[in-house]
């Protein structure tokens, strides 16, 4: 199974943008991944899927046009532009794999970002 | 308007059981791959399993195996999560998570609001 890496934590002043990264295992560079946005005290929220190919899909609800992705190889990658005081978030990408009895879910361990 | 409503927090003593119970609205359950995940204070996600309607499977995280228990009630549209012989480590928020089987946007399309479950003597 893929093993999702990602830096415990960003900062970024408002206004600015960031790119928060998530790097898949050796050997799972055609694979899809989830961002998810977490506010705290808050549950989970689906922000973007994103592939090699960038945005696979739909954003998810009310996530607003200054969220975008790409995909390059291993890395994924979510930019934040003219970061907002909302943006303060843990941001969590998550993978499927396998299917029927070794179907599973892996997530990073999430970016705690701070706006400065 | 989907909603996924989970019931209250719940204090347990080691070696208990708890069961967390999740209501969906705006959709069936019969049209929803429902996941369960949890969150144990200041870490990460853990996937613990999921049950798919389309093949009748429920499959679990390995590192729950045994003690772990996820079950639906189509009647209601209420999914329930079991996790039993409970540990300290198992304090946690667990959540409902599920995606419409017909056109998922991610894994996890939808989410409850949480269940804090504390596990302590």
């Known amino acids: 199974q893929p093993v999702l890496t990602q830096p415990p934590s960003a900062s970024a002043s408002l206004g600015a943008s960031v790119t928060l990264t998530c790097i898949l295992s050796?050997?799972?560079?055609?694979?899809?991944m989830d961002w998810y946005q977490q506010r705290p005290g808050k549950g989970p929220r689906f922000v973007m899927r994103?592939?090699?190919?960038?945005?696979?899909?739909f954003k998810g609800d009310g996530i607003p046009d200054r969220f975008s992705v790409l995909g390059s190889g291993l890395n994924r990658y979510l930019t934040i532009k003219n970061i907002q005081e909302e943006d303060e978030s843990d941001y969590h990408c998550?993978?499927?794999?396998?299917?029927?009895?070794?179907?599973?879910?892996?997530f990073g361990g999430g970016t705690k970002l701070t706006v400065l | 308007q989907v909603q996924l409503v989970q019931s209250g927090a719940e204090v347990k003593k080691p070696g208990a059981s708890v069961k967390v119970s999740c209501k969906v609205s705006?959709?069936?359950?019969?049209?929803?791959?429902m996941h369960w995940v949890r969150q144990a204070p200041g870490k990460g996600l853990e996937w613990m399993g999921n049950?798919?309607?389309?093949?009748?499977?429920?499959i679990y995280a390995q590192t729950l195996q045994g003690r772990v228990t996820m079950t639906e009630d189509t009647s209601t549209d209420t999914s329930y999560m079991e996790l039993s012989s409970l540990r300290s480590e198992d304090t946690a928020v667990y959540y409902c998570?599920?995606?419409?089987?017909?056109?998922?946007?991610?894994?996890?399309?939808?989410w409850g609001q949480g269940t804090l479950v504390t596990v302590s003597s």
């Open positions: 050796s050997g799972y560079s055609n694979y899809i």
């Open positions: 049950f798919d309607p389309e093949d009748g499977e429920t």
């Open positions: 998570a599920a995606a419409p089987i017909a056109a998922p946007t991610s894994i996890f399309d939808y």
């Open positions: 705006g959709y069936t359950l019969t049209e929803l791959s």
């Open positions: 998550g993978a499927d794999h396998g299917s029927g009895s070794n179907f599973g879910v892996v």
């Open positions: 994103v592939g090699t190919g960038g945005i696979e899909g």
